[in-house]
Each structure stands twice: as C-alpha cells, then as structure tokens.
C-alpha cells in the first residue's frame, strides 16, 4: 500500500493553533489519523466535537487522500453574533466599521 501524507490542524483555545503532518497508509479514515494523532495532542474528552476536511464536514469514517487538510473542531464558547454585538457595543459606533470614516455632513449610518 502507498503511504500519504495529510496536514492535520487543531486550536486547542482562540489564537493558538497546532499543526502537524501525518503519514498514513492508503485507504486510512479520519477516525485512523484521530488515533494517531490522539496520544501527541492529548485534548480533552468530549473538546473535538466534528471534524473537516478543507473547511467541509466529514464523517469519522470518511477515507483521506493525499493532501488533504484534517481540522479538529472544539465547540464554541460563545455564539459569534453575540460576541459580534457585544464587541460594537463595547467600541461604540464613532470608531469602527462603516461609521469610523463618515464624510463631514452625510447622514448618520451611510
């Protein structure tokens, strides 16, 4: 059987992110390369709660190829529209995003 290689990606807590390249066998499933990769990362039970490949979810018995990019998904802490509503309001509507550039005497919000 050929030996491949597959970039496997894990963030074990926001702006922190592990990499590591692993060579498998052909045929190998994602759940194979969590086997392997369990004991060198070591995250805790019940954290990895899905899993993709390129950004697109798989199943545990899906078969890699070679190239392909295995991230390990942990559940959010917080929803992203709440963490968004609640950023604006912590910097207010004068300095950020559409209203940090407003033209001397436009309407309010264009």
């Not at 545990?60 to 190239?67: C, N, P, R, T």
């Amino acid at each position: 059987m050929a030996a491949f290689q597959v970039l496997c990606c894990y963030s074990p807590q926001p702006r922190q992110v592990l990499e590591l390249t692993l060579t498998l066998d052909a045929g190998a499933t994602v759940a194979q390369a969590l086997a392997l990769l369990q004991p060198k990362w070591q995250w805790p039970e019940g954290q990895i709660t899905a899993f993709g490949v390129w950004g697109r979810r798989v199943a545990a018995g899906h078969v890699l190829q070679s190239g392909d990019r295995l991230e390990l998904y942990r559940a959010l802490l917080v929803d992203p529209k709440v963490a968004r509503r609640q950023r604006f309001k912590r910097q207010g509507t004068k300095g950020s995003g559409l209203f940090a550039n407003r033209r001397p005497g436009a309407v309010p919000g264009y």
